[in-house]
């Protein structure tokens, strides 16, 4: 059954305990819903880039205020209908996207805190310093906040979209078409492989001197699979993605110097769906043992690295009935921009020295371990990295 509306998708419905009885807001929502469907999508709905939104989230205490982009919507993108065949973001609470599906009839989305349709572009486009158009993507585990007449609010339970009156756009997009960013990546190729995952070929840019360029596949706003290149510019392939879903490819560019990164996301991509079905694959791992019996990461030491840099000495875990053919293992190091270091593994167990890393900047570790029968990964997080 296809559910359409996203007002329903806002919040959960609020039952007394004991009786199947709507509570008041639960009763607004049903009247919002019927407005929804019977209703074109108002034309004053909109995204816009979130200027000044970390700042504002951090100066408000919330949880989630780290994101490689921020963007902010009307409250038209919260209660409009959504359209079969559109890119719709399902939004947690604090406003991170969650994950960016393709809607169809077979999915509810009547459990989920919040979402809105992606407009067209797939992101909102802007004039940079030099007078050119360009693309800010809306990806997986960017921040959405909600403009509205008292400010620009979180999406939280402390929201109520049924109070809230819409206003005009204060940052409307410029007209005409955006030009890529020349340090994105471009998608060459989507292909299905034999065992209906989906591979994808990535041309990088080449690194300008005393630099280095990696790129990132990640999916649902969780699995992150991370390449290094060989910093020419030389096309790689990243291989057991999943069929027929959104995913985002972004870019990372490392400041050899100083340390500093500098991502770019392309627009979210769909993969091919799979030619027919997929009989469910056996997994090579166990999530609850995993979780249980793998210690985490730990930084045992930390020194001056190369050309000033910071060094640190991780502990990194033995991951027990190890078979590289059925399973990956990264280190995965995460500055304050959400920008992400991955270091292939064994699973052997040791400490590793990390170089090249800021002597000023915070950063936080986990080991990874994907499964590459599912594709699914387990997380063991470890210590900060201060």
Do not use: C
Request: net charge negative; glycine share 8%.
């Amino acid at each position: 059954m296809f559910y359409f509306s996203p007002p329903a998708l806002y919040y959960y419905a609020t039952m007394t305990k004991g009786r199947n009885t709507m509570s008041h807001k639960s009763k607004v929502l049903a009247a919002i819903l019927a407005l929804a469907l019977s209703s074109p999508a108002p034309a004053s709905a909109w995204w816009s880039i979130g200027l000044h939104s970390r700042e504002r989230l951090i100066h408000d205490g919330e949880l989630n205020v780290n994101a490689n982009s921020y963007f902010t919507v009307s409250v038209d993108e919260l209660t409009k209908s959504l359209e079969l065949g559109s890119k719709i973001a399902v939004i947690n609470s604090g406003g991170v996207i969650d994950k960016i599906i393709t809607l169809t009839e077979e999915i509810d989305l009547s459990t989920a805190y919040a979402a809105a349709q992606l407009p067209d572009s797939g992101g909102v486009k802007y004039t940079d310093g030099d007078g050119v158009i360009r693309l800010d993507a809306i990806n997986q585990g960017d921040i959405v906040t909600v403009e509205t007449t008292d400010g620009t609010k979180t999406i939280n339970n402390d929201l109520d979209v049924t109070k809230e009156t819409v206003v005009a756009n204060p940052n409307p997009e410029p007209t005409g078409t955006p030009v890529a960013d020349p340090n994105s990546s471009t998608i060459t190729a989507l292909a299905v492989s034999s065992n209906n995952s989906t591979s994808i070929t990535i041309t990088p840019p080449a690194a300008e001197e005393n630099t280095s360029v990696s790129v990132t596949v990640v999916t649902d706003g969780r699995s992150h699979t991370s390449v290094g290149t060989d910093n020419a510019g030389t096309p790689v392939t990243i291989t057991d993605v999943p069929a027929n879903s959104n995913v985002t490819v972004q870019t990372t560019i490392t400041d050899n110097t100083t340390g500093q990164s500098t991502t770019v996301q392309n627009p979210v991509v769909t993969t091919p769906a799979a030619p027919e079905p997929v009989t469910p694959p056996t997994p090579a791992r166990d999530e609850a043992v995993d979780k249980a019996t793998i210690t985490q990461p730990a930084v045992t030491s930390q020194g001056e690295g190369s050309n000033g840099h910071r060094s640190a000495n991780i502990q990194v875990p033995e991951i027990p009935n190890f078979d590289s053919s059925k399973t990956s293992v990264q280190l995965v190091i995460v500055d304050k921009n959400g920008s992400t270091t991955a270091m292939g593994l064994g699973g052997d167990g040791g400490v590793i020295t990390v170089d090249w890393l800021s002597p000023t900047e915070s950063y936080t570790i986990k080991v990874v371990i994907r499964d590459l029968g599912t594709g699914s990964e387990t997380s063991i997080a470890g210590n900060r990295l201060p």
